[in-house]
């Protein structure tokens, strides 16, 4: 069964400067989708960037990047130039390619401050 | 733009009642789903629902728990006799398609108490 772990359930950065949450997962499918998933407070969960395993280029939106290291089953989130409105938790998230349906499995998510 | 929503948002309830979550996906979504996350713990798949039947449940999704998506717009969870270990919120979710192209919309969450 896949796993996936987010080893930071807390991070603070301060506005403007640049934030690394962490991701790690286990899985012995060669290919799957991964994501990052933004839950600010009281609102729903939303979607920020995803990463097919096939692809060895790194997903890019915007101010968010991620580091995917297929061998060492990694998959960090990158936030650059911090603004207040990042501040949320985050959950990465794995999904197995194919199938009949999108049964995401999450890890526990890390909370993000942003300091002005 | 077009959302998930859920209802109610706090639901506080004795053990042994029934409980239903109600939730309204996007209207042209045809895949929906239910995840629940207990306090501190990760969030966990429940069911997913295509064409008025459960494509998939996981092991959590037992016989106390059911689905309906009674009038083509609604989609509920029903738990039947809640246990304090029902507590949790539960998220809704709904895509377009399966597959590569399925992003999941999720709604804001129904958090359940259970006394």
């Known amino acids: 069964a896949q796993t996936v772990t987010q080893s930071q359930p807390e991070m603070s950065v301060q506005e403007a400067e640049t934030v690394t949450l962490s991701c790690t997962y286990d899985?012995?499918?060669?290919?799957?989708?991964l994501f990052w998933y933004k839950q600010p407070p009281s609102r729903q969960m939303i979607l920020v960037i995803r990463q097919e395993a096939y692809k060895q280029q790194n997903a890019t939106e915007n101010r968010f990047s991620v580091n995917f290291q297929k061998a060492a089953k990694s998959f960090s989130l990158k936030i650059s130039d911090s603004q207040l409105g990042d501040a949320a938790m985050y959950f990465c998230?794995?999904?197995?390619?194919?199938?009949?349906?999108?049964?995401?499995?999450f890890g526990t998510g890390t909370l993000l401050a942003v300091q002005p | 733009e077009p959302e998930v929503t859920q209802t109610p948002s706090h639901q506080v309830t004795q053990m042994g009642q029934e409980v239903i979550l109600r939730c309204v996906p996007i209207s042209n979504h045809l895949y929906f789903y239910w995840y629940r996350q207990i306090l501190g713990q990760k969030v966990e798949f429940l069911v997913s629902?295509?064409?008025?039947?459960?494509?998939?449940k996981s092991e959590i999704f037992d016989d106390q728990f059911s689905v309906e998506r009674p009038d083509g717009s609604n989609f509920t969870l029903k738990i039947r006799s809640t246990k304090l270990e029902d507590s949790a919120m539960y998220f809704c979710?709904?895509?377009?398609?399966?597959?590569?192209?399925?992003?999941?919309?999720f709604g804001e969450g129904s958090r359940l108490t259970v006394l």
């Open positions: 979710a709904s895509s377009v398609a399966s597959g590569t192209y399925g992003e999941l919309f």
């Open positions: 998230a794995y999904r197995s390619y194919g199938g009949a349906t999108n049964k995401l499995i």
């Open positions: 899985t012995s499918e060669s290919d799957y989708y």
């Open positions: 629902f295509y064409n008025n039947e459960i494509s998939e």
